[in-house]
């Protein structure tokens, strides 16, 4: 049983360093990994996730070849006895003090994406877009021609008038406003979004950013990010927080699209937005 | 160190006699052994009616939307067509974390094993409140009679209305202001989240009385010479685990309460005003906080999970020396380490917050305690392997579970260093990595450690052993069977697939994963018939097993000193004296390779 046992272990750590690190090596490609990366904390997020891979690999393998080896070699002989020791500081020190270094130091390196992301506001000229969660569907708001956003509360929504967001029909400043069920956002310029929720927590969630960020009724969370120059393309948004009956069905898109013509977009009326947006999406394939 | 070691007591004798009546025998018995057991059954019941859950969720992952006969039996409304619906989904999923995490993970290791052993080990005759231990074991049955009947609550509830479902809808965590809304937030809402937060509250209560007993106990009931450096490791870990429990089991009290009085009494501690739900806005709610729940769950959720693993390392500690015949390596590290994790423990929720929307400064602080964790559960891994080492090795099915447990528990601890960095969990939050990282570790290491827990002790617990071919068959099949199911999730939640999903089908980045999922499907269902072999050996072996002697496994603690079963007061009325440390294998120059706590002779030096 000993040498099963110890085998199993041995299958566990190869099979194991295999799927994460060897599927080019077993399918002929990859399969499951992280998805296309398109903005620079992508990058680093995913740089970060290799480091530390390689460190949990080989701490990882070395217990359960560990483990393995000791249950292979120490099976019992007959009637002899076993090793009689109640430890070792020396080694317990050791051990510790590694270990201690090791994880710290993990710890603190994951946090500069962390910062980069979370404790700096967008760069000035960022395009900025309002995101409402609802169960269970995304609202993107845009703000038109002026620049400004309407103002919105609670009280003026109304899901079957198509206002999601409540824009108050009084401001003149929504007149020329948006409300769409698919982001459109520029690539190669800082895009800030400021989510919230109507009803209860959703979670915006866009694998390809590598971003993800709980949107909670009664806050406005502001984020930002920029999509790299050349990224165009078709995304999806699923909400990944649980929301509901649906939350699996709730997805939206991310269409990523030159600057320009976002600009030109976001400038035009809401049944031109809308127009417009048939097109995008038949121009762009997921990636 | 010279320890003050009482002479036996001979003569003083205290024979408690054995209730005679079959209800306070079985039913309202206030010996801690029919109380260890009575937890131990109800865990057991509970671990079924789990797995069943989760089986369902695994036809409904391979196969989404397959129309299949018998789910219409089962569920007349929740699966009229024979599928499984979102909502259906979603409530086999809330009941499976539920009975999981408090009916199977918090009940069979400390109120199963804990009560029945702690006492013994330490020495009583009993626990310090033996009518508080009846009164725990009964709320916590009642917790799960009114869980079970929210489970149900569309037998009973007549709404032409109401979509019918089998019970709530919002995970175990439960996030509100999802789960303060009521119905109108979704199906089960309502009625099911009032039955199931009731139920969880009753469990506080019941986890607070046994915590308050656990303590008492071990500190002041201990038997001569049971110094604390003698006790065993699993005492040690049951101890902890009852502190976690106390201090953290008031947090869920209280956040339950302030969420059955949303539903109940109008307040708002959970929902902010401005709520537009279900095409209404609603006007009788303001000035909540949706991420005070948050807080309050997770303050009591992550020690929780350290509730949950501690008596399995304990219990493995206590096994791997037993059957490698080798004292535990680091006794005292491993001791000051269940400190630390119990310890640290207390400061870490907020990892499961990144990105709850609180402030990321304070995610940072959480971070770095996070990883901070890491060291004293890396510690017990050292020590473990230091036992194994240089040992000879009986490979007994309680000693399989027990490396089993190891490794297992270095693969789900391991990813925790992804998951621990904020930047990382950024994109793998709410994903599979994460429901394999929690699953390997706080799931199936901790079951583990209650198959190693019950083929080691039910020797002496019902006094027969239990069939070692069968078992180490079971072994095989759930070694390999959960790390086939686990260690996929990770890649799984790698390329993106959210957990909590009815189906994976609708998204385009991750179709890698549909696949994936139909092959953990068949890997779930032949480990979830491996499970079956285990209670055919419980019940074979509990009807014609071998007669089990006093101490088959040649081991040293105080329960191997007593019959199997043991008489209803532990020791025949007679203190045990206790001279030497838990761990004595392979003592050099003792005529046999173990020496018993109660054996007094030279070498009274380890263990101190």
């Known amino acids: 049983m000993g040498k099963i046992t110890g085998v199993l272990m041995f299958i566990l750590a190869i099979g194991s360093v295999l799927l994460f690190m060897g599927q080019k090596l077993i399918f002929g490609s990859v399969l499951w990994w992280f998805p296309v990366g398109i903005s620079e904390h992508a990058a680093a997020i995913d740089a970060q996730f290799g480091r530390t891979l390689v460190v949990v690999g080989i701490a990882f393998t070395a217990a359960q070849v560990a483990l393995g080896y000791a249950v292979m070699k120490f099976g019992r002989k007959g009637d002899a006895r076993a090793v009689y020791t109640h430890g070792s500081n020396k080694l317990e020190v050791t051990w510790t003090v590694i270990t201690g270094i090791v994880f710290v130091v993990l710890a603190i390196l994951g946090q500069r994406v962390w910062a980069n992301l979370h404790l700096n506001a967008a760069a000035a000229g960022a395009a900025r877009i309002e995101v409402v969660a609802q169960q269970f569907q995304w609202n993107f708001h845009y703000h038109g021609a002026d620049g400004l956003f309407g103002k919105t509360e609670p009280r003026f929504i109304d899901d079957s008038a198509l206002n999601f ?52 009724p009664g806050m406005a969370i502001k984020v930002h990010f920029t999509v790299k120059e050349g990224e165009e393309g078709k995304y999806e948004i699923p909400c990944a927080e649980l929301c509901g009956s649906l939350h699996y069905n709730m997805k939206s898109n991310m269409l990523a699209i030159p600057a320009d013509e976002y600009d030109r977009l976001v400038a035009s009326s809401e049944e031109k937005f809308k127009e417009q947006l048939g097109e995008l999406m038949q121009r762009y394939q997921y990636k | 160190m010279a320890d003050i070691v009482h002479p036996p007591v001979h003569g003083e004798v205290h024979r408690h006699p054995a209730p005679t009546g079959f209800i306070r025998k079985y039913v309202f018995s206030t010996d801690h052994k029919v109380i260890g057991i009575q937890y131990w059954s109800l865990a057991l019941f509970s671990v079924f009616v789990g797995m069943a859950l989760s089986l369902l969720m695994r036809l409904q992952l391979g196969w989404p939307g397959q129309e299949f006969g018998f789910l219409k039996t089962l569920f007349p409304h929740a699966a009229e067509n024979g599928t499984i619906s979102g909502e ?137 010479g049971m110094s604390l450096m003698r006790l065993p490791l699993t005492c040690w870990a049951w101890f902890t685990t009852a502190v976690l429990a106390l201090l953290s089991f008031p947090v869920l009290l209280a956040a339950g309460i302030l969420l059955l009085l949303d539903h109940l009494a109008g307040t708002s501690f959970f929902i902010p005003g401005g709520e537009y739900v279900s095409g209404k806005l609603i006007t009788e709610h303001s000035g909540g906080s949706p991420i005070l729940w948050q807080h309050l769950f997770w303050f009591f959720g992550h020690p929780e999970v350290y509730i ?66 890491g060291v004293p559960s890396a510690i017990k891994t050292f020590n473990w392997l230091g036992t194994l080492w240089g040992g000879q090795i009986r490979f007994t099915t309680p000693m399989l579970f027990a490396i089993g447990f190891v490794s297992l528990f270095v693969s789900g601890g391991i990813t925790g260093l992804f998951l621990g960095q904020t930047s990382i969990d950024i994109p793998l939050h709410d994903t599979y990595f994460v429901v394999g990282h929690f699953h390997l570790i706080m799931g199936v290491a901790a079951i583990f450690g209650m198959f190693a827990g019950t083929y080691f002790w039910f020797p002496k617990m019902f006094g027969k052993m239990m069939n070692e071919g069968l078992g180490k068959i079971h072994f095989l099949i759930t070694f390999i069977g959960v790390n086939g199911i686990f260690i996929p999730f990770h890649v799984m939640g790698m390329a993106g697939a959210p957990r909590r999903y009815a189906s994976h089908a609708g998204l385009e980045y991750a179709k890698s994963v549909m696949p994936m999922n139909r092959v953990i499907s068949w890997i779930a269902f032949v480990t979830i018939a491996g499970q079956l072999i285990f209670l055919v050996n419980l019940i074979w072996s509990w009807a014609k097993g071998r007669k089990a002697s006093d101490n088959p496994w040649e081991a040293t603690s105080l329960e191997w000193t007593i019959p199997s079963p043991p008489p209803h007061d532990n020791f025949f009325g007679i203190e045990p004296t206790v001279h030497r440390g838990p761990y004595e294998y392979g003592v050099p120059g003792a005529s046999k390779d173990y020496l018993m706590q109660t054996e007094a002779g030279p070498s009274e030096v380890h263990g101190d």
């Open chain 1, 165 to 216: 967001v409540g824009l108050d029909p009084a401001d003149t400043a929504g007149r020329d406003d948006a409300q769409l069920t698919t982001l459109v956002i520029p690539v190669g310029r800082p895009v800030e979004l400021t989510l919230k929720s109507k009803d209860v927590i959703h979670s915006f969630f866009v694998p390809a950013l590598r971003f993800k960020q709980d949107t909670l």
């Open chain 2, 308 to 373: 949950a693993i501690l008596p399995g390392m304990g219990l493995t500690s206590h096994v791997l020396s037993t059957f490698a015949r080798k004292p535990v390596f680091g006794y005292r590290a491993m001791v000051y380490a269940i400190f630390a994790i119990g310890l640290l423990g207390f400061f870490v929720w907020g990892h499961h917050m990144f990105i709850s929307g609180m402030s990321p400064y304070s995610a940072i602080a959480f971070s770095l305690v996070t990883l901070t964790i």
């Open chain 2, 88 to 224: 259906l989904y979603l409530s086999l999923l809330t009941m499976h974390g539920t009975v999981m995490v408090f009916f199977v993970l918090t009940t069979a290791p400390q109120g199963g094993f804990g009560n029945y052993f702690l006492p013994i080990q330490i020495g009583a005759a009993d626990m310090a409140f033996p009518v508080l231990n009846m009164l725990s074991f009964w709320i916590t049955f009642v917790a799960l009679v009114v869980l079970m009947l929210a489970f149900c609550t569309n037998f009973f509830v007549d709404d032409p209305n109401m979509i019918n479902v089998i019970g709530p809808i919002g995970g175990w965590t439960g996030y509100a202001p999802l789960s303060a809304l009521g119905d109108k937030a979704g199906p089960g809402q309502g009625l099911g989240v009032i039955l199931w937060i009731t139920s969880i509250a009753l469990f506080c209560v019941a986890s607070l009385l046994g915590a308050l007993n656990f303590i008492t106990t071990m500190l002041n009931m201990r038997a001569p």
